[in-house]
């Protein structure tokens, strides 16, 4: 199975429920097939990192210009937004860019910001771009971040 695998970062928490909430794709022509992907630990939690691992197969390698943004919608409202460079990311869990093809799974971590809205449900939506244009991948959940110290500690 061939898979190039970027990318993390979600803001979210599902107030006590410990399974990662089902993504869904969001892009019309990826260069990945997604086939695998979910969030540790669940709930999220606001200002502590949380690790997505992504699994899944590709035909095109992730390379030095990728980016990963990150959009969350409150009631059609953009309420939290974040953009990252894919291949430091990728680089810190083993991964440096170009990630080949050949990669089946990664898992990438990143700080949920401070500005995470708590407590209500975000449409969360999570694109890497490669570095040519192209979408790498999109994908889509409700998700809910929480403060709360006994979910946080």
Same mark, same amino acid.
């Given at each position: 199975?061939?898979?190039?695998?970027?990318?993390?970062?979600?803001?979210?928490?599902?107030?006590?429920?410990?399974?990662?909430?089902?993504?869904?794709?969001?892009?019309?022509?990826?260069?990945?097939? #997604?086939?695998?992907? $979910?969030?540790?630990?669940? @709930? +999220?939690?606001?200002?502590?990192?949380?690790?997505?691992? !992504?699994?899944? *197969?590709?035909?095109?390698?992730?390379?030095?210009?990728?980016?990963?943004?990150?959009?969350?919608?409150?009631?059609?409202?953009? #309420?939290?937004?974040? $953009?990252?460079?894919?291949? @430091? +990311?990728?680089?810190?869990?083993?991964?440096?860019?170009? !990630?080949?093809? *050949?990669?089946?799974?990664?898992?990438?971590?990143?700080?949920?910001?401070?500005?995470?809205?708590?407590?209500?449900?975000?449409?969360?939506?999570?694109?890497?771009?490669?570095?040519?244009?192209?979408?790498?991948?999109?994908?889509?959940?409700?998700?809910?971040?929480?403060?709360?110290?006994?979910?946080?500690?």
């Amino acid at each position: 199975m061939k898979f190039i695998a970027a990318f993390v970062a979600l803001v979210a928490a599902s107030v006590v429920s410990a399974q990662s909430p089902a993504f869904t794709n969001c892009a019309a022509a990826p260069q990945m097939t #997604v086939t695998g992907f $979910s969030v540790a630990p669940y @709930p +999220l939690c606001i200002n502590k990192n949380v690790c997505a691992t !992504v699994v899944g *197969t590709s035909t095109t390698p992730i390379d030095g210009d990728a980016t990963l943004a990150i959009a969350g919608r409150y009631l059609g409202r953009l #309420v939290y937004s974040d $953009s990252k460079d894919l291949c @430091p +990311l990728l680089a810190a869990s083993g991964h440096p860019c170009p !990630v080949p093809i *050949t990669t089946t799974s990664v898992t990438a971590c990143i700080l949920v910001k401070p500005s995470a809205p708590p407590n209500i449900g975000v449409a969360l939506t999570i694109t890497a771009t490669n570095g040519d244009g192209g979408i790498i991948f999109c994908q889509s959940a409700t998700v809910t971040a929480s403060n709360d110290p006994t979910i946080c500690p």
